[in-house]
Structure formats: structure tokens, C-alpha cells
Nanobody, 123 residues
Framework: VQLVESGGGSVQSGGSLRLSCIVSPYTVMRYSLAWFRQAPGKEREGVACIGSGGRTAYADSVKGRFTISQDNDKDTLYLQANNLKPEDTAMYYC??????????????????WGQGTQVTVSS
């Protein structure tokens, strides 16, 4: 399984970005999928996830601002990040695992990871 993220960049506070993650060679429907992020000197934390049953879950810090979605025809996972804040600055990683039906935001629950895409938010 390969996960390739894109869409990161530098924005000002209040701006938006849409991150993408292409999952190959399997259809995204077979996996629970998630976005994690890691800032320098901090632990990797779960941001948003979608179980293979379609349910979603979000970290409290991003609820109402971020939306996770998937396009099964394109085998792509998305993270729409709106109203970005400087504290959202981090490397964002896509993760996948075929074991879970329910959404999970614990990094130990995921076996497959992308290489990351950097998001930088300036004040």
C-alpha cells in the first residue's frame, strides 16, 4: 500500500488548504483512513479519520474547521482545512489500515503512512 500526500503550503491565519492523499493500489473503501500531524518537538496527533463504514471523527482542536472526505472513484482521501491558525502548523500525514470499521485517531492503530506534506500558517 502506498500513500502519497499533496496540497500543503504556506498560508496566513484564517486561510484554507485542501490536502489530498492518493491510496494505491487498493480502493479506499477497504481501509480506515486518517490524517495525523506532527509539529517539531511534539507527538504525532490524530486530526481526523473516517472508518471503512463511513463514520468520521475529529480532534477537538479542529472540529468545525476541518472536514475529512474520500472519493472512492479516485482512491483519494481529502482534508479540507479552513480558518487555519498558527497552531495548525505541522507536517500532515495520511494513514491507512484495513482492520478497522470504526474511525480511529490513535497512531498505533495505523500500519500504512505517507511521507507527509507541510502546512505552515503565519499570523
Amino acid at each position: 500500500v502506498q500513500l502519497v500526500e499533496s496540497g500543503g503550503g504556506s498560508v496566513q491565519s484564517g486561510g484554507s488548504l485542501r490536502l489530498s492523499c492518493i491510496v494505491s493500489p487498493y480502493t479506499v473503501m477497504r481501509y480506515s483512513l486518517a490524517w495525523f500531524r506532527q509539529a517539531p518537538g511534539k507527538e504525532r496527533e490524530g486530526v481526523a479519520c473516517i472508518g471503512s463504514g463511513g463514520r468520521t471523527a475529529y480532534a477537538d482542536s479542529v472540529k468545525g474547521r476541518f472536514t475529512i472526505s474520500q472519493d472512492n472513484d479516485k482512491d483519494t482521501l481529502y482534508l479540507q482545512a479552513n480558518n487555519l491558525k498558527p497552531e495548525d502548523t505541522a507536517m500532515y500525514y495520511c494513514a491507512a489500515d484495513p482492520r478497522w470499521w470504526t474511525p480511529r485517531l490513535t497512531k498505533d492503530d495505523y500500519n500504512y503512512w505517507g511521507q507527509g506534506t507541510q502546512v505552515t500558517v503565519s499570523s
